[in-house]
């Protein structure tokens, strides 16, 4: 007898077996292997931030960050190092396509006001002000003191002129354990060792007081890590409750204790 050259339903079915088995196997690993190039790129965006910070310093009389006084506009550090440091190349604006300080685990709005307005990003979104944004805030305890007013005023003004703030980047002593840039909900935060962790990792704390400043960096970003670019220029992932050990000012001292939700 001459046999069929068509597939019966019992190798079919075996056939279709075999691939829905060798797709479970392989999805998770190339889901992580996604998430790993992800993670290589966004240390990359912060590494470059760091080659900004390096190269403002030496014009800026060793100070990290500019400040902000009054009117915001073209002041905060990611305006002011696109324009003079990364050749227009490192905000994310209306134009779509200039991504060097957005996290490719996070997306930008579809459009972003500049008329002065902000929105504060989250774990999977881009953060936007004066038409302009990114997914990386700033350790603020690194911008220069003098002329401004960090939050609550007086009462947080006493804290800093006790020595809080790093005059400039000569001053800071272990460069290495310093975090300059970190993913972020906003432009940046002045971290403190009693900051309560956020209970929403996705949407982090926005809170401009005292006690809640960490919210700003403990977002669920790379799997309840956040990326760090140090003022060494070194670079690596933390896991959020290790935020809390990192030297954060000229008077940090580190906690160990921090369980984070």
Partial sequence: MKRSGAFTLIELLVVVSIIALLISILLPALTAARAHGMNVKCLANLRQLGVAMAAYQHDSNGHALPYVTGNAQNGYWHTVYSQHILGGMGVVDNGGDTQALLCPKTQVPPLIADDGTWTAGTAELAWTAWGEGSSYGANLWLQPASDFVPPNGEMFRTEYEAGYFFPTVEKVRMPSEVPAFVDSIWVGSWPDRWDIPPEDLEFGHMDHNKGWLMGRFCIDRHRMKVNIVYVD?????????????????????????????
Avoid at 236 to 258: G, I, S, T
């Fill in 233 to 261: 220029g070194s670079a690596h992932p933390v896991r959020l409750h290790e935020l809390w050990a990192q030297h954060w000012h000229n008077k940090y001292v580190p906690r160990h204790d921090v369980k984070v939700p």
